[in-house]
């Protein structure tokens, strides 16, 4: 399934977060949300995303920016890979993998030729209205961050 598109509102969501609160989207109406989908708790390529969100928070923060990671792994799992890592962002627990569908980041993968489903690596920055102003798909770690940023502050000059 397709996720949406960029200019369109971003789908609106409610789902637990790490700490054992619910997160929702519709109550970040006024900030920007840079939204980023990974697959699993834990993993290299996961942790190095999620430390470097992490390293970036204040940069984000100071630009009126939240950061928010999806997986569908439980919310006990979110809590040990934060508190493994000392991680400082959001993450949301999707695990009947509705949103995950809904954004289109829930897709059929394949590994030495064996198919499965599993998250896509993706990110989505959310403007200040709610509308997706800018969507990377099957993210590569380094150096996205800096993209992530330089986007974020694109939207705050516009503002």
């Known amino acids: 399934m397709a996720g949406p ?3 369109s509102q971003a789908p ?7 700490g054992g609160s619910l997160f929702s989207l519709a109550e ?3 900030n920007i949300v840079v939204l980023y989908f990974y ?10 995303e999620s430390i470097d969100f992490t390293n970036a928070r204040d940069k984000f923060s100071k630009l009126g920016a939240i950061v928010v990671g999806m997986s569908p792994d439980p919310v006990k799992k979110h809590d040990k890979f934060k508190e493994k ?5 959001i993450l949301v627990s999707d695990e009947e993998k509705t949103t995950l569908e809904t954004y289109g980041v829930w897709v059929e993968k394949s590994m030495y030729g064996r198919k499965y489903m599993g998250v896509e690596r993706t990110t989505i920055l959310i403007d200040f209205q709610g509308k997706i102003a800018r969507i990377w798909h099957k993210v590569k ?3 996205h961050i800096d993209e992530v940023l330089a986007a974020v ?3 705050t000059e516009k503002k």
């Open 5 to 7: 598109e960029i200019g």
């Open 12 to 18: 609106r969501f409610t789902l637990p977060r790490d």
């Open 28 to 30: 970040q109406q006024g």
């Open 39 to 48: 697959p699993k708790d834990d993993t290299s390529g996961c942790t190095a």
């Open 85 to 89: 890592y000392n991680l400082d962002v």
């Open 141 to 143: 770690v380094k150096g």
């Open 153 to 155: 502050f694109d939207l």
